[in-house]
């Protein structure tokens, strides 16, 4: 090989992104933008009737300026994350992302952030199995990922979102037991606790059961896709309990930080994982409408056409945040202005990651995020 075909070959592979081999995805059911950015919410801090033990909020996530304030609350997110990969959302900076479906809550939400497109005939959250193909079940289908994708979710409806029974998706969620083979005993101490504790909410688990069968999983079977879905924000916010649901998303941050350290302890995985996250929908934006979700259409499905208080929707619950870490993402951190994202984007971005065409998945899918890939 000459000089000039060894310097064409360098400068080939210089400006080639080779996609690592893993892609972890997590989200967060219904986690403000505002916080994220922004840190505890002073107007709910001070809301008599969301908030209890405000000065134990105030000792946990207080900070002298914006910054501190949601470095305290999301540690990881703001000094890892921000860091070593890319925020996108905060739209006090004029950074947008938001949902293209027209319902504003879960099961359309994670249909699209799965499929790539929005589908108008999901329109509840019922467990209905999904028509819909997600880009989890088509890498299924492929030799090379066959028996490698795993989902674990707090919420049931996960199990029909996926389609367990078409998809062979290796599906845990709700308030399921671990049940593949060789349990660690780890796990098994998890199903014996999971077991043992009151249920707080219908059909959904503690986010720690979530992750803690995702990593006992992740560390035995080594999938190469997972997707871990965190509920507890979500459930807190319809509770109405805004100190809860700020502890909730301190600990969905250390969850991601305890994760991304398990990944980049295990061989497989070192330095060859992405890693996304997202919410499936946004929030009210004010303090009297920050526990609910809806569009305009959704709330008249809901109740009626007579008069409703929002009949354009609650604003705020479309507006979503994504964030990126891994070796084929950029060090962009916090995104300022540019165009806006979608939630549609997610599917194509998380297949252009692993090495595939979206168009090869789906022809009606969003197109991957290209700003924020090397």
Known sequence: MNRLTTAILALFLSTQSLAADNLVLVTIDGLRWQ???SGYDPELLNHTEFTENKQDLINHFHGDSLTEKRQKLLPFIWQTVAK???LIGNRDKGSKAQVT????FSYPGYNEILTGSADPKINSNDPTPNANITFLEWL?????YKGQIAAFGSWGVFSSILNRDRSGIYINAGLEAADWPKLSQRAEFLNELQGQLPVFWENVRPDAFTYGFAKEYLISKKPKVMYIALGETDDFA??????????????????LAKLWQTLQSLDQYRDNTNLLITVDHGRGNTAESWPHHASGPALTQYFGKEDHPHKAGIPGSNEIWIAALGPDIKALGEVSRGEAVFQDQIAATALQLLGHKSEEFSQDSGKAIDSILK
């Open 35 to 37: 916080e994220v950015f």
């Open 84 to 86: 070593e990969g890319v």
């Open 101 to 104: 479906n027209s319902w504003w």
């Open 140 to 144: 299924n289908s492929k030799s090379e």
């Open 238 to 255: 319809h509770d109405e309990e805004y100190h809860q649901y700020l502890h909730s998303a301190h600990r969905s941050d250390m969850i």
